[in-house]
């Protein structure tokens, strides 16, 4: 199994920056890939970045040349830099794995969540 616990949101301003942080515990030599996804009040969750193997990144077309995802293998950590942050990124931000499971298959992960508020 794999574990994720998140850590780096809070209140910024608009313009500010803030940097979200992922690490993965467990059986980190499955995961295949891993993920940011967020969720506003009212609102279904949806995707904001995802990298794959490493090296494939994915980023949601509000969010593409202001934020960016990248991995650190050595800390099994996955960050989510994010700049030039609007009001409109006020989310819970949500850490996702897929993960390979022996005589399961792949399985999907998440964390528990961090507040990200951007104030006017």
């Known amino acids: 199994h794999v574990q994720l616990v998140e850590s780096g949101g809070g209140l910024v301003q608009a313009v500010g920056s803030l940097r979200l942080s992922c690490v993965a515990s467990?059986?980190?030599?499955?995961?295949?890939?891993m993920g940011w996804y967020r969720q506003a009040p009212g609102k279904l969750r949806e995707l904001v970045a995802t990298?794959?193997?490493?090296?494939?990144?994915n980023y949601a077309d509000s969010v593409k040349s202001r934020f960016t995802i990248s991995i650190l293998n050595a800390k099994n950590t996955v960050y989510l830099q994010m700049n030039s942050l609007v009001p409109e990124d006020t989310a819970v931000y949500y850490c996702?794995?897929?993960?390979?499971?022996?005589?399961?298959?792949?399985?999907?992960?998440w964390g528990r969540g961090t507040l990200v508020t951007v104030s006017s």
């Open positions: 467990g059986s980190i030599f499955s995961i295949n890939a």
């Open positions: 996702h794995a897929e993960y390979y499971s022996s005589g399961v298959g792949y399985r999907d992960v």
């Open positions: 990298i794959t193997r490493g090296v494939s990144t």
